[in-house]
């Protein structure tokens, strides 16, 4: 059976992936904070509020093409869910952007109350090898 807390984190991603910014809205509370922390190749952002991820949602949904978008792996910690993923995406007008990630989101009242993402866009070769 699937938490309260896991199942709005599964309708997000649902809405994300289907491009429904309405239902994707209605997973945050009105004071949501989400925070990408940046990688390589991505600025660091904060989004506040419901008006900051709808303008998050939007840009998504309207200037980026995506390649693919993979929520591989939840952890539940009760109202937290950590999910490590993978996506490839070109943002309009820039080279594309492969990245590794975690997304760490908070729940409050069944809503998700702040996300904090930790990403990298390194590949495979960037990494110094120790053996």
Sequence with gaps: MTSPARAVVDKM????????LET??????????????????????????????????????NTIVFDYFRPLTFIEQGDTIAVLGEESFTPEGQPKVTNRWVQVYTIRDGLIA???????????EDYILID
């Design 13 to 20: 991603f649902e809405a994300f992936l289907a491009k429904d």
């Design 114 to 124: 702040q996300m904090d993402e930790y990403a990298t866009s390194a590949s495979a």
């Design 24 to 61: 994707a809205q209605s997973t945050v509370t009105e004071d949501t904070l989400w925070v990408h922390n940046g990688s390589q190749k991505m600025p660091a952002l904060r989004f506040v509020g419901k008006s900051g991820t709808e303008k998050f949602f939007s840009t998504a949904f």
